[in-house]
């Protein structure tokens, strides 16, 4: 079943959601992994969808500088 990431949460919420509940390691590795994944299975939308979540992810880590 395909589904629509962006009605779940917008990237920017989805990056904080997840900074907020998983160390940073660990998150490093999801994300990439998803975004490995949906490229292997030519998934464009949901690659681009965790290309958002890792790039939001990026601006959150330097603005608190964490």
């Known amino acids: 079943m395909k ?3 962006y009605d779940q949460f917008k990237p920017a ?3 904080l959601l997840l900074l907020n509940k998983y160390p ?3 998150l490093k590795q999801v994300i990439n992994g998803n975004i ?3 490229r292997d299975l030519n998934e464009t ?3 681009n969808y965790w290309n958002e ?3 939001e ?3 959150i880590l330097k603005k608190y500088e964490l």
Do not use: D, H, M
């Open 45 to 47: 939308k949901i690659c």
């Open 3 to 5: 589904y629509n990431l």
């Open 57 to 59: 992810t990026k601006r």
């Open 36 to 38: 490995k994944k949906s």
């Open 24 to 26: 940073l390691n660990y």
């Open 53 to 55: 979540v890792a790039v």
């Open 13 to 15: 919420e989805r990056a």
